[in-house]
């Protein structure tokens, strides 16, 4: 319970603190050393070099070399600049049918909406209930006229991670460009462009200790990229406006922190993700959302039978505890994640789902008070809830 103002933060997926080694890379280039990289003196030529010595960095951590990095606003940006290089390569091919999954983040699904409505044909493939798509299926559904296969490598509500390299080794032999969205990926998992058969991919620095605000987009050398931005010269003419030098710089040393950390993470918060999966799998009439072990090591993504979300999530914060109930994007919505409906969940019990995101910072005393104050708010919530009472009189079906 929140004690002298203590939160429990377990909503990582959504944002993550900026690490001390980000701030203080990223401090200098918000006070002394505030050049435009574009300006040809002295001051505006240090900012270049760190800029570039950024891209250096960040492209050595991705497999790839610095020319293929173009630096964004974050991860949407990115998304939408990949998607239409994609389009516009297939298009000048005679290529206009994308493949996809139900389940992608709506940077991607909503351009996707949009490509449509500009003449391309998109198929969505279904998602197993285990919140995974196989390389096999990806290939089944490649025509040739395709250009493009997207798949997220770890899905941002539900945590569960694609056979990314088998589905880029696919696209590959096919001659289809692969891009991923990486944004919940990069920092928790292993990334190498080359090795993992990818063309296009996007990262975020929030979602790894970085700032807010910055992100980039990984294309392949020899895909021509198209043009969001218009305004300027800067990232080679495909994206115009003064680059965010101190985001970049920081982004880049919370990106090596999380790398040199992973192996390390990985084990300390998969530990934890695990006691928190039992605990909450004791609930009556709730499940796990997702693969049990393909997932990332922080997600625990569960549904309620019984109870809505938002008042889960607003009991939980009032004992300290922050948590989420799907996409932060999508948080405005009633209706209920585009996400849990794909892999089969129906509209009653996808209402009811929690997403907890742990990361490094987070305890096992944490773990302690999720694990007592969870089971309370559900069985409160049910204890109100006159759809819980139907379904223990037998009125209605459990679903779970």
């Known amino acids: ?19 001390k080694r980000a701030v203080e890379a990223m401090l200098p280039f918000l006070t002394e050393e505030y050049g435009n990289p574009s300006s040809l003196h ?40 990949a998607l239409r ?12 049918h994308i493949i996809s999954t139900a389940f992608e983040h709506h940077a991607v699904l909503h351009t996707l909406e ?38 997220m490598y770890a899905n941002n509500e539900i945590g569960t991670i694609q056979p990314i390299a088998e589905i880029g080794k696919v696209c590959r032999e096919a001659g289809v460009l692969f891009h991923t969205d990486a944004v ?30 910055v992100g980039l987009l990984y294309c392949r050398k020899g895909i021509p990229l198209a043009t969001l931005v218009e305004g300027g010269a800067q990232e080679r003419g495909k994206r115009a406006g003064t680059e965010n030098v101190a985001g970049v710089v920081a982004m880049a040393a919370a990106l090596r922190e999380a790398v040199d950390g992973m192996e390390r993470n990985t084990v300390s918060v998969g530990r934890m993700r695990d006691r928190l999966i039992d605990g909450l799998g004791k609930i009556p009439h709730s499940a796990l959302n ?4 393909s997932r990332l090591p922080g997600n625990v993504s569960f549904c309620f039978e019984g109870i809505e979300g938002e008042s889960l999530l607003l009991l939980l914060d009032q004992k300290g505890i922050c948590a989420s109930s799907g996409s932060a994007c999508t948080s405005g919505s009633l209706d209920p994640s585009h996400v849990l ?10 209402h009811g789902s929690l997403r907890l995101t742990l990361d490094a910072e987070n305890t096992d005393e944490e773990v302690d008070e999720v694990l007592r104050w969870v089971p309370w708010a559900v069985e409160k919530l049910r204890g109100m809830s006159p759809v819980w009472k139907e379904l223990e009189a037998g009125e209605k079906q459990f679903l779970l």
């Not at 319970?1 to 690490?19: F, P, Q, V, W």
């Not at 949009?114 to 285990?130: A, C, P, Y």
């Not at 997702?290 to 072990?293: A, V």
């Open 341 to 350: 409906l794909a892999i089969g969940r129906p509209h009653e019990v996808a």
């Open 114 to 151: 949009q490509l449509g409505r500009e003449g391309f044909e998109v198929t969505l493939l279904d998602v197993h209930e285990n919140g995974l798509v196989t390389a096999e299926e990806v290939r089944a559904a490649i025509r040739p006229d395709t250009c493009l296969v997207s798949v």
């Open 1 to 19: 319970m929140e004690e002298n103002g203590k939160r429990i933060y377990l909503d990582h997926a959504a944002t993550t603190g900026m690490s």
């Open 85 to 96: 290089t994609a389009a516009a390569w297939g298009k000048r091919k005679g290529k206009t």
């Open 290 to 293: 997702g693969d049990r072990t």
């Open 42 to 81: 002295t001051v505006g030529q240090k900012a270049k070099e760190a800029l570039e010595g950024a891209r250096e960095e960040l492209a050595s951590l991705l497999g790839a070399t610095a020319k293929e990095l173009t630096f964004t606003s974050g991860g949407s940006e990115a998304d939408n600049q």
């Open 184 to 213: 919940q990926a990069a920092g928790h998992l292993p990334i190498d462009v080359q090795a993992q058969n990818i063309d296009l991919l996007c990262i975020s620095a929030h979602k790894f200790h970085g700032p807010k605000g």
